[in-house]
Every structure is written in C-alpha cells, then in structure tokens.
C-alpha cells in the first residue's frame, strides 16, 4: 500500500508538472502572439490620390466615388485611395498626362478623352456603332483581344506609363440639348456643337463646328451663346449640370456615341509596386463596380428623364434621316482614320467581334420592345 501511494504521489507531481509547464509555454506564446500583432496594425496605410474628370455634383464623380470606397473596404484599410473632383490638382484633360508623370497616382475618366493624343485611343471610348452597346464592348475587351490592343497602345505606341483599366458600360447617348428641334442632318451644318472623341470626326462629316470642351464647361459656353448645341451623356449628369435651364429640346438616341465605357488608370509604376493582392483587388474593384453602376445607373436615368420632361423639356427620337446619315459619316470617318495601321487594327478587331457577337445576340433573343408593347403601350 505504502509503495503504491508513493508512486501515486510521484505520478501527481509530475502531471502538476507537466501542467505548470504547459501553461508557461502557452502563455509565453499569446505574450509573443500579443507583442507581434501591433506591429502588423502598425503599418501605414497605402495612400494613393485619384482624381476623377468629373465635376463633383456629377454621378460620373459618385460612380468615380463607389470604386473607391469598394477598393477601400476591400483592402481592410491597407489601401486609401482619395478621391478628387475635376481640376483638384490638374483640369480634367490633363488627368491622363498626370496619372502617366506621377502627379497623381490614378484616376477616373474616358478614353474618349485622350483623343488629342490618338484617334485609336477614341476606339476604346466611342466605337463606331456596329449595332452593339457597352456591354458587348467590355466582352470585347475581356475576351476578343481588346485589353491587349489597349495595352499595347497605350504602353508601346503612346509611350505612356499607365495601367488602364476599362468598366462601367454607358447606354447610348443622347443626341442632345438644342434650341430647335433638329430635324435633318443639314440642320445641324455650321452648328457650334460639343462633342468628344470620334463624335467629333463624325459630326465634321455635317457640317458642323465641333467643339471639345469638359462636362462642367458645356452648360455656361450654351448660356453665353458659344455653343447652338451639345451633348454630354446621360438624364442624371445633364440634369444636375444644369441644361434645362439654357435649351429645352432634348433629343435621344444617336450613333455618335452608340456605346461607351468608363477607364480607371493608375501610374504604372505605382500600380506594379503594389502588393500582388492589393493589385488584383484594384482590378477586381473595377469589375464588380462595373456591374453596380450599370444597375444604379438603371435606376436614376429613369427617374432622371422624368424629372426633365418635367420641367418642360421637349424630348423627341433623333430621326432616322439623322441616324442613317450618322452612319454614312462612320463609313467615312473609318475609311479615312484606317490609313493609321493601329487605328485599322483596333477598328478591325472590333468589327470582327461585333459581327459575330451581336450577329447571334440579334439571331437568339426576342425582340423586347414587342413584348413591351404588349405589357405596356397604351392607345
């Protein structure tokens, strides 16, 4: 009995041991654990400055304003980017330039912007209407070769040092805001009209006197008479830039700009110094607000056009004499801009994708506005 109690005895005070033991050893762990979390907490956000090319009442900017915060909640804090409206460190047609020198670490805008620099650049912004919309341009871009024409323009031909990324699809643009209604492409010869992009080349094919100017500038140039007509893009921008105020015929649905897209460019430099996640989060960030936008932009021109109407906007269909002679200028502007050997290879990427995508989209889907009618026409 004696024995056995002693081992017993012993066997007791080795387990305490062993237990004293263990607890020292996993509290030297948790101090260790609680020592090196600090430091990871510790270390400074990325900070990057981005500006958009958008006045800051715009939706553009708000659209601008959601990839942020998307990429800001998506890093946990370990990225920041600030947003800047239009002309908070440079005027919105230097923000490209800017982004490229490092004057800004990125920024939000149009490839139709950059048309001073490459009339292929515009292809990336305002495609000819091949009867395909933005959606099917961005399916271009991901799958028919159109990123790697755009970085191979941008970065080879254009010597810029940029990383591009293209999102957020546009509906057709409006014709525009005028003082008459315009009834025939002769209406619109000798008009001062803005536009950007190959809408500008397409528009010379009229007549008319184009003018390129930002979308903050539009509005006061067609009060002090410096403009007869113009375009912008959409019900919510022009109703919160102020054209009811200065024209009252709005007319919808043009080939000018059948279809368009946003760009978010960072330097690249910044961009490839980035950690591998954070740059793929900044990539995945313009995808998934590619999608948002296009269903808040569902909502709020809808409402947005209603809101126009009224304020006693006439709003009328751009005429089919209008549309077929938009089209005729596209056969002319892309005969004369593909003796450019990048524009014709862009340009020719781009008809082969539309020709077999909106080919089976045509040949595949009913007709929605005979199912509309249906539901909704009334006498």
């Given at each position: 009995m004696t024995e056995t109690s002693g081992k017993s005895t012993d066997a007791r005070q080795d387990t305490g041991t062993s237990r004293r033991r263990f607890i020292a050893t996993a509290a030297a762990a948790a101090a260790s654990v609680t020592v090196a979390a600090p430091a990871v907490h510790a270390q400074a956000p990325i900070k990057l400055k981005f500006q958009s090319t958008w006045p800051n009442k715009d939706i553009f900017h708000e659209f601008a304003g959601d990839y942020v915060k998307r990429v800001n909640a998506m890093t946990g804090g370990r990225v920041e980017l600030e947003i800047l409206p239009a002309g908070s460190v440079v005027p919105a047609f230097q923000m490209l330039d800017a982004v490229s020198s490092g004057i800004l670490d990125g920024g939000h805008g149009v490839a139709a912007y950059w048309y001073g620099k490459s009339k292929a650049f515009s292809l990336f912004g305002t495609a000819p209407a091949f009867g395909w919309d933005a959606d099917e341009l961005l399916g271009w871009v991901r799958y028919g070769g159109g990123q790697e024409l755009y970085d191979d323009l941008v970065q080879n031909t254009l010597k810029l040092n940029v990383v591009g990324m293209l999102?957020?699809?546009?509906?057709?643009?409006?014709?525009?805001?005028f003082k008459k209604e315009i009834t025939s492409a002769d209406d619109m010869r000798g008009m001062k009209y803005r536009t950007v992009g190959l809408g500008a080349d397409l528009f010379k094919e009229f007549g008319a006197a184009v003018t390129i100017v930002p979308g903050g500038e539009i509005v006061p140039a067609i009060d002090r008479g410096l403009l007869d007509g113009a375009e912008f893009n959409n019900p919510s921008s022009d109703l919160i830039l102020g054209f009811p105020d200065v024209a009252?015929?709005?007319m919808l649905g043009s080939y000018h700009q059948a279809l368009e897209c946003f760009e978010i460019l960072f330097n690249k430099t910044k961009f490839d110094s980035l950690p591998n996640d954070v740059q793929e989060?900044?990539?995945g960030a313009s995808d998934a607000t590619s999608a948002t936008m296009m269903w808040k932009a569902q909502d709020r021109y809808?409402?947005?056009?209603?809101a126009i109407k009224a304020r006693g906007v006439k709003v009328l269909p751009t005429p089919k004499a209008v549309l077929e002679a938009q089209l005729n200028a596209w056969d002319t502007v892309i005969a004369n801009l593909s003796a450019d050997p990048v524009f014709k290879k862009v340009v020719d990427s781009q008809k082969d994708w539309a020709k077999r995508i909106v080919g089976f989209r045509l040949e595949y889907e009913p007709d929605s506005k005979f199912a509309y009618d249906h539901f909704f026409k009334t006498a």
């Open positions: 999102t957020g699809p546009m509906p057709s643009q409006p014709l525009g805001w009252k015929v709005y989060i900044l990539k809808s409402k947005d056009l209603e």
